[in-house]
């Protein structure tokens, strides 16, 4: 059974620092590219950080270029976002996505886990 369970998400005030896990069983790990995306409300889901699977190759949505650095471990099956600078506009639901394939794709998404930047 496919699982990705995130972890770390919470309040915290506008400046501070989260670090989000993702932790993945199911499947092969190292096959998969790793997203992180949000969701604020009454928006469309965002994507904010991806790592390839060998972990040599990311890329940042703009909004969080310089703040957010995302990586994996690949014997633990595990994906992380570290944020730092936090700024109410990164208050959203924070979900991992596992991602292979262009023409026949496939993706699995963890339940969420919510950031609120507040002070």
């Known amino acids: 059974q496919v699982q990705l369970v995130e972890s770390g998400g919470g309040l915290v005030q506008p400046g501070g620092s989260l670090r989000l896990s993702c932790a993945a069983s199911?499947?092969?790990?190292?096959?998969?590219?790793m997203n992180w995306y949000r969701q604020a409300p009454g928006k469309e889901r965002e994507l904010v950080a991806t790592?390839?699977?060998?972990?040599?190759?990311?890329n940042y949505a703009d909004s969080v270029k310089g703040r957010f650095t995302i990586s994996r471990d690949n014997a633990k099956n595990t994906v992380y976002l570290q944020m730092n600078s936090l700024k109410p506009d990164d208050t959203a639901v924070y979900y991992c996505?596992?991602?292979?394939?262009?023409?026949?794709?496939?993706?699995?998404w963890g339940q969420g886990t919510q950031v609120t930047v507040s002070s």
């Open positions: 199911g499947f092969t790990f190292s096959d998969y590219a």
């Open positions: 996505n596992a991602h292979r394939g262009a023409i026949i794709t496939f993706d699995y």
């Open positions: 790592i390839m699977s060998t972990g040599r190759r990311t």
